[in-house]
């Protein structure tokens, strides 16, 4: 593998020699369900060994070295870590667009990330301080998300439009149920954090097995790979809007939706504890109550994934399954403002997996028609990701705004309703796709 040419000035691949090269070709066959399965068990791995760290194991860590100062340990490592994964995601992914390697241009990065993020992870066990803690995170991400942006990038790659709808349903189920996954293994381990990060690290490895011996990764030739420019390399990730509107309206429309949909779940404790005061009305710890709207939240989304991806490719549109979603979402969100309640709680989890499901699996197939060019896909899906990670930075401000200062819980959701509504007007927007 070569890496000493990094993204360049972008060619149309359709105009290389009469036509595109097979790494570059639009995909016409469909895929075996052996290679949906690699697919599906990387997405699983990633997100197993990310979210059993994420969701108690730096917790855990971080009260190990200082009770006092747990929550402000574990914001600094989280923090760094999504500094990280907005980076990394479409560097990495441009890397693979220009990787040449003959085992293709994904595998080689789906292999390092793996290696590197579970070296991290086994490392992470017996981290002596905070300051290497929050290094050794950050390495995870890094691992974690070359190997994020490799997969997703494989999906145009290899799958044909008619297919992509349900391949990514499948690839999102992947992805939650190595949530799941996550949590079982943090649960296990009992707070051991040091023998869940080694499990979390198996996980990761274990996950792409599959995928690196059935892959059909396509090489890229040396000659279809444009020279090193450091200019256009950082301009690269500059996607004109004017240019290519709709891949613009998309991003947009996956960063409101997002924001919103992060907005409905952030303060899920606290409204648990001091809205529907679960406790004192149900006798219902609120720590056990998160847990059981996030596994009926889990279970909607795997079967709306899954139907909602396989239903566009039936009917050939994405726009309205996408706008359909995000009213769904929206609706969850006017459920928990307006019935404050365990039952409206559980309605809520309930409807919003339904929307959030069948979102994720249908935009991403929307997603991928509108990219660019078939030479940057790698680099361009990392660029969308990054409209999947500021959320996590936006969310909060924006929350914490509307619960302190403006009508607290109920201005709250339906500000997040409005939101994710306004993704959905959005997508009308899109032109080139159904």
């Keep these: 593998m070569s890496l000493s040419d990094l993204p360049g000035p972008v060619p149309d691949p359709t105009a290389v020699h009469g036509g595109a090269t097979t790494a570059l070709a639009e995909p016409v066959d469909r895929v075996r369900p052996l290679w949906v399965t690699g697919v599906v068990l990387v997405n699983l791995g990633i997100n197993a060994a990310f979210f059993g760290p994420l969701q108690v194991l730096l917790g855990q860590q971080a009260a190990h070295f200082d009770e006092g100062q747990k929550e402000a340990i574990l914001a600094l490592v989280t923090g760094c870590g999504a500094a990280v994964s907005m980076v990394a995601n479409p560097l990495f992914g441009a890397f693979s667009d220009r990787t040449t390697s003959r085992f293709g241009r994904r595998v080689p990065w789906v292999l390092m990330g793996a290696i590197l993020g579970a ?22 991400q890094a691992g974690a998300n070359a190997m994020y942006a490799a997969i997703t990038a494989a999906v145009p790659d290899r799958v044909p439009v008619p297919q992509r709808g349900t391949v990514g349903g499948l690839a999102a189920m992947g992805q939650t149920v190595g949530i799941l996954v996550g949590a079982v293994i943090a649960a296990v381990v009992a707070g051991n954090f040091a023998a869940g990060y080694w499990v979390c690290a198996a996980a990761l490895l274990a996950g792409v097995v599959l995928y ?10 040396q000659q279809e790979r444009p020279p090193f420019s450091l200019w256009q390399f950082i301009k690269g990730f500059w996607v004109s809007p004017k240019r290519y509107p709709d891949f613009a ?19 899920l404790l606290f409204f648990l504890s001091d809205i529907v005061r679960l406790k004192e009305t149900q006798g219902i710890e609120p720590e056990f109550g998160v847990l059981v709207l996030t596994g009926l939240y889990a279970v909607t989304v795997i079967i709306t994934s899954v139907l909602g991806g396989r239903l566009s490719d039936r009917m050939g549109k994405r726009k309205p399954l996408v706008i359909a979603s995000s009213v769904i979402i929206a609706a969850a969100s006017l459920i928990l403002a307006f019935a404050p309640t365990w039952i409206g709680g559980l309605a809520g989890a309930a409807v919003l997996g339904i929307g959030f499901g069948a979102y994720l699996a249908v935009d991403f197939a929307l997603i991928t028609q509108v990219l660019p060019t078939a030479l940057d896909r790698g680099r361009d899906l990392g660029v969308i990701n990054i409209a999947n990670s500021l959320p996590q930075v936006l969310a909060p401000a924006i929350a914490f705004v509307f619960v302190q200062f403006w009508g607290g819980y109920v201005s709250l959701y339906v500000a997040a309703a409005v939101i994710g509504l306004l993704g959905a007007v959005f997508v009308v927007k899109i032109k080139s796709v159904d």
């Design 119 to 140: 070296v991290a992870l086994v490392a992470l066990a017996g981290a002596p301080n905070v300051a290497v803690m929050a290094f050794l995170w950050c390495l995870v």
């Design 249 to 267: 309206w998309a991003w947009l429309t996956r960063l409101l939706v997002s924001t919103g949909n992060h907005m409905i779940t952030l303060y």
């Design 212 to 221: 690196l011996f059935k892959s059909d990764d396509q090489p890229l030739p």
